[in-house]
Nanobody, 124 residues
Framework: QVQLVESGGGSVQAGGSLRLSCVAS???????MGWFRQAPGKEREFVAA????????NYANSVKGRFTISRVNAENTMWLQMDNLKPEDTAVYYC??????????????????WGKGVLVTVSS
């Protein structure tokens, strides 16, 4: 089993920054990990993914160049640095981990394990 706990959500004005954290426990170190988000009234969507090796990444086009995903397995933690935030980034952000996906299949396949989510609100 893998447990995922997010933190770092909050409210910020457009153009600002936030850093989300996801602390993992269990046998996650060989899993692909990523972030998804769900805006009010919309379906959950992929944001970013990172390989178990901590090196390879994949981003949704809507966040490319503004968000940075990283992880350090030795610290049991993954982060999402969000810069130049826009009102359309407002959503609940979920940490995810999957044993079978790659960073390219995670967006469509989804994940085995999910955190409970943190709310990010960006005002204009």
């Amino acid at each position: 089993q893998v447990q995922l706990v997010e933190s770092g959500g909050g409210s910020v004005q457009a153009g600002g920054s936030l850093r989300l954290s996801c602390v993992a426990s269990g046998a996650f170190r060989t899993y692909v990990m990523g972030w998804f988000r769900q805006a009010p009234g919309k379906e959950r969507e992929f944001v970013a993914a990172i390989s178990w090796s901590e090196v390879s990444t994949n981003y949704a086009n809507s966040v490319k160049g503004r968000f940075t995903i990283s992880r350090v397995n030795a610290e049991n933690t993954m982060w999402l640095q969000m810069d130049n935030l826009k009102p359309e980034d407002t959503a609940v952000y979920y940490c995810a981990a999957d044993r079978s996906s790659t960073i390219w299949t995670l967006p469509s396949r989804g994940a085995d394990y999910w955190g409970k989510g943190v709310l990010v609100t960006v005002s204009s």
